[in-house]
Structures are given as structure tokens and as C-alpha cells.
């Protein structure tokens, strides 16, 4: 697998019941291309999301996630 590289543009990822950073992960376009710990240790480094982390991810909380692997290309989908 690629060294993960994460886009600037981020997107808000909501939890739900039973979810962990890995479902959120698996929301970022070109994601299979990587390995998903990177985009785990990278969601968890984002300053936006330790106060929502610090007690563990909750039903209905918000994380910032990157929208996309960098180099992703929607075509690669079809």
C-alpha cells in the first residue's frame, strides 16, 4: 500500500451507533489505496476532533475527516 497523503479539503463525519475511527476512515474517497491506520492516526491528530475523542466516539458526534486520499481521482471508481 501508498504512503497515505490526506487532502487539505476535509469534511464533517457523523458516528453512528457502534462506529469506530476505522467506519470513519472508510468515508474517505481513495481510501482503499492506503492503509487505513494512517487515516486513523491522521483523524485522531486533527485538532478539530480531541475534544470530541478525549471520552471516546459517541452516537451522533462529529469528526473532521479529509474528503480524499491525495491523487485520488473519482474516475479510478468506475
Do not use: C, H, M
Amino acid at each position: 500500500l501508498a504512503p497515505a497523503d490526506f487532502s487539505e479539503e476535509k469534511t464533517t463525519w457523523t458516528a453512528e451507533s457502534g462506529d469506530d475511527l476505522y467506519d470513519a476512515a472508510e468515508d474517505i474517497l481513495g481510501i482503499d489505496g492506503v492503509d487505513k491506520r494512517d487515516a486513523v492516526d491522521f483523524i485522531q491528530g486533527d485538532p478539530a476532533n480531541i475534544d470530541v475523542l478525549k471520552d471516546g466516539l459517541q452516537q451522533g458526534e462529529q469528526l473532521v475527516i479529509p474528503v480524499s486520499v491525495e491523487g485520488y481521482d473519482d474516475k479510478d471508481d468506475k
